[in-house]
């Protein structure tokens, strides 16, 4: 049953889901009727309250993908396949030593401070006062975030932390903050990048060329959800498609001797040729 102070789902007879939070004396009030707080403290999760009017309700417990999708914004969050796949990849998890800049509304910080757990801590770096202030309060109507250290300053200015294992970059121009990045991760610790566009992925790519990133990927997630209709099983008329290209690599002093060793085909000869005529060109002195 929700505690007072606490987070619940409210789902009408007609499907509408509302989020709200359990507090004494605040009954709600609605067309089917009043729900008074004594009684919506009484009930399970999981089962039905009645309105004064008769009207069955339903409560339950809201899950992280309810919490993230409730926060207010005034950016555009991100989505929860995004979320949950960079957690999974970064290897969030009870201890886990996370650094994310430019936090926005803090959909991710939340998850971060979720998955990380009591052990783990989340430092969180965010430049516009605005969005600092609102992640703060977003994680505060989650009732997370007690372990999230909010930083309020410009990245370019690099991290406080040394030895994170892992770190997460949403900034229009990562490619610039490489340097910054690299010497905030331990060695072999995970970077995760979030860009909307594929020019922003190419720069950010060159950009990693001659630093200590590996194992480089660059993907995007599409969900398409299904009508849940055992006779008439079919796509839904709309899907989440692209929201932005997430990036990820390892933190990997590079040698030459373990380059050359690797087993080439064609096409990685032909692509390690240009990236060497590309090196080459950006260091050839300017005439």
């Known amino acids: ?13 007609g499907g509408k889901r509302s989020l709200r939070r359990l507090t004494p004396g605040n009954d709600i009030h609605g067309n089917d009727g009043v729900l008074p707080a004594s009684i919506l403290a009484e009930a ?5 309250v009645k309105t004064l009017q008769g009207i069955p309700y339903r409560i339950l417990k809201p899950s ?11 950016t555009q969050i991100m989505y929860p396949k995004d979320i949950g796949y ?17 936090s926005g509304s803090g959909g991710l910080t939340l998850a971060l401070s979720w998955f990380s757990g009591e052990s783990g801590h989340v430092y969180s770096y965010e430049a516009q006062r ?27 200015d690099g991290f406080e932390q040394n030895d994170v294992d892992a770190l997460f970059l949403d900034l229009r121009d990562p490619w610039n903050y490489l ?23 190419s720069m950010l790519l060159k950009g990693m060329e001659t630093r200590p990133y590996d194992e ?38 590079k040698s030459q001797e373990f380059e050359n060793m690797k087993p ?23 005439e």
């Open 1 to 13: 049953m929700p505690a007072y102070g606490e987070i619940f789902i409210l789902v009408s007879p």
């Open 44 to 48: 399970d999760f999981g089962t039905e």
């Open 64 to 74: 992280l993908y309810d919490l993230t999708r409730g926060v207010k914004r005034r």
């Open 86 to 102: 960079i957690c999974m990849r970064l290897g969030v998890g009870q201890g886990s030593r996370i650094i994310e800049a430019g």
């Open 130 to 156: 605005e969005f600092f202030d609102l992640c703060r309060r977003n994680l505060n109507w989650a009732g997370l975030g007690q372990n999230v250290t909010q930083y309020l300053r410009d990245v370019a």
């Open 179 to 201: 340097e910054q990045a690299s010497a905030a991760v331990r060695p072999g610790g995970l970077f995760a990048f979030f860009l909307p566009t594929a020019d922003q992925v």
């Open 216 to 253: 480089i990927e660059v993907e995007e997630l599409l969900v398409r959800p299904w009508k849940a209709v055992a006779d008439r099983l079919r796509p839904e008329d709309r899907m989440i498609a692209h929201t932005g290209f997430l990036i990820f690599a390892r933190k990997q002093e």
């Open 264 to 286: 080439l085909g064609t096409r990685e000869r032909k692509q390690r040729a240009a990236l060497e005529q590309r090196l080459q060109a950006s260091a050839a002195p300017d």
